[in-house]
């Protein structure tokens, strides 16, 4: 199953291979939000507010717990597979240890944590919460294995890994609320097994048609352990934007509040999808390439994307209205205030994504760490100083304040750091002429059919 990407090896991809690994990691993403926008309308419909709050909150205990606990290692796994591939098997073996390790670990901390403060378990029954607990290894090894093939390109097996789950979430609860059954334990129960059908996906094409599983290797375990928490703290901190202030939101204003403030958050997303399958593509050419490419190379696409994230934004602007009360109904008219505000975010969150990424693939994690503190420690400290008051609307300023911060501050980090200059990143005319441009010619050979081996070899030779 190796593709084009994948047999690169270790010169990098190309121009064109590049381009067309974007637009399917792209265009799988796309997917997974359009999915998971169904499936929140489905759970929105048929349970309420509340309903879709406390399966909110319960999913995201999930998701920040198991990201929290990965201790930075898939960003030591995607660059050592790029830079070194004899050492994939053995990264391979290591991660499957370390997640079972790190995920019993949290789901102990967790546990403790609710035993200890119980309003940190919100209304979520015992039960569920245990399940959710349960399923954090796993969620580990997903993470840990889709860095981990994406360092050797093998970006075909982790989009089908990663739109899979929203499949099974959109196609059984919607069958589950055709037939009246659909419950948060239900919903809750499926999340958890698309996950764990887009792990074993990808723990067998490692076994199979990739380096397979070697021997473990402590030394190597060090080392990736020792990158890996240079970067893990500004990981956290980045998640924890997205997450943490829904587990403080459900926790302080209720599951009503919650499901508000998650529908806005369902519908923002969107602005997250480009930079992320952008700074995912251009990794393994990161850490490949010498300075000076690599920082041209980030700043050229920062500039598409952020042009690309703004025109979104704006739509999501002035379609609020639509999006949560036309489709979602009246209850959530709350939720318009909360998109509107989120969607000013765009700058911070295409700077985050994006630059933190190069930082980290250019072996400066802690730069990028220090960097999405800033947005950290912005969205703590404005969430329990404005949810208590405000509630889901508090929630949403805090978020895009923060996000605006942190893009501002990893702006002039990454430009320090590595060179360039500030005005490289600001967007150029010449930009928006070169994307169309770009997009019109894929268009174009699209229409005209594939390119023979030779026409191809040919055309990137001349690029």
């Known amino acids: 199953m190796a593709d084009a990407e994948h047999q690169a090896g270790t010169t990098g991809a190309p121009a064109n291979a590049l381009l067309r690994t974007a637009a399917q990691t792209y265009g799988s993403q796309l997917g997974v939000a359009v999915l998971s926008l169904g499936n929140a309308l489905?759970?929105?419909?048929?349970?309420?507010?509340?309903?879709?709050?406390?399966?909110?909150?319960?999913?995201?205990?999930?998701?920040?717990?198991?990201?929290?606990?990965?201790?930075?290692?898939?960003?030591?796994?995607?660059?050592?597979?790029?830079?070194?591939?004899?050492?994939?098997?053995?990264?391979?073996?290591?991660?499957l240890i370390l997640s079972v390790l790190l995920g019993a670990a949290c789901a102990g901390a967790i546990a403790a944590l609710v035993a200890i403060v119980p309003a940190a378990g919100g209304s979520a029954s015992h039960l569920l919460l245990w399940l959710v607990l349960i399923s954090l290894p796993m969620l580990i090894l997903s993470t840990?294995?889709?860095?981990?093939?994406?360092?050797?390109?093998?970006?075909?097996?982790?989009?089908?890994?990663?739109?899979?789950?929203?499949?099974?979430?959109?196609?059984?609860?919607?069958?589950?609320?055709?037939?009246?059954?659909?419950?948060?334990?239900?919903?809750?129960?499926?999340?958890?097994?698309?996950?764990?059908?887009?792990?074993?996906?990808?723990?067998?094409?490692?076994?199979?048609?990739?380096?397979?599983?070697?021997?473990?290797?402590?030394?190597?375990?060090r080392r990736t352990l020792s990158f890996g928490g240079k970067s893990h703290v500004g990981r956290i901190?980045?998640?924890?934007?997205?997450?943490?202030?829904?587990?403080?939101?459900?926790?302080?204003?209720?599951a009503r509040e919650l499901g508000l403030y998650s529908v806005a958050v369902a519908w923002a997303e969107a602005l997250f999808l480009l930079p992320t399958a952008?700074?995912?593509?251009?990794r393994p050419d990161i850490v490949r390439s010498s300075r000076r490419e690599a920082v041209r190379l980030t700043a050229r696409v920062f500039r598409v994307s952020l042009l690309a994230t703004a025109a979104m934004a704006v739509g999501l602007i002035v379609l609020a209205p639509f999006l949560c009360v036309t489709i979602f109904g009246s209850e959530f008219r709350g939720s318009i205030f909360d998109l509107r505000v989120l969607a000013l975010g765009a700058f911070g969150i295409v700077a985050l994504k994006q630059l933190g990424s190069s930082l980290t693939g250019r072996r400066r994690p802690t730069a990028a760490s220090l960097s999405i503190g800033c947005a950290f420690v912005c969205t703590v400290a404005l969430d329990f100083a404005?949810?208590?008051?405000?509630?889901?609307?508090?929630?949403?300023?805090?978020?895009?304040?923060?996000?605006?911060?942190?893009?501002?501050?990893?702006?002039?980090?990454?430009?320090?750091?590595l060179g360039g200059r500030a005005a490289d990143l600001v967007p150029r005319p010449s930009d928006a002429r070169e994307t169309w441009s770009g997009?019109?010619?894929?268009?174009?050979?699209?229409?005209?059919g594939p390119l023979s081996a030779a026409e191809e070899a040919t055309k990137t030779t001349a690029a």
């Open 386 to 417: 404005l949810i208590p008051s405000h509630g889901d609307a508090g929630a949403a300023i805090a978020s895009s304040t923060a996000y605006t911060i942190g893009g501002v501050v990893i702006a002039i980090v990454f430009t320090r750091t």
């Open 237 to 254: 901190m980045l998640l924890a934007n997205y997450r943490l202030d829904q587990w403080i939101l459900g926790a302080i204003a209720g």
């Open 439 to 448: 997009v019109r010619a894929a268009l174009r050979r699209r229409r005209a």
């Open 42 to 95: 489905i759970v929105a419909r048929s349970l309420g507010a509340v309903g879709r709050g406390e399966v909110a909150f319960l999913t995201a205990i999930a998701w920040l717990g198991s990201n929290i606990s990965t201790f930075g290692v898939q960003e030591a796994n995607v660059n050592l597979a790029a830079a070194e591939p004899h050492l994939r098997r053995s990264l391979a073996t290591n991660s």
């Open 278 to 282: 952008l700074s995912a593509v251009q």
């Open 144 to 221: 840990y294995l889709r860095f981990l093939i994406q360092g050797e390109y093998g970006f075909g097996v982790t989009n089908l890994a990663w739109l899979l789950p929203s499949v099974v979430n959109f196609s059984v609860n919607g069958a589950l609320a055709l037939a009246g059954v659909l419950s948060v334990g239900t919903a809750v129960a499926t999340w958890i097994g698309g996950q764990l059908l887009g792990t074993a996906i990808m723990a067998r094409y490692v076994m199979r048609y990739s380096v397979g599983f070697g021997r473990p290797d402590l030394a190597l375990a």
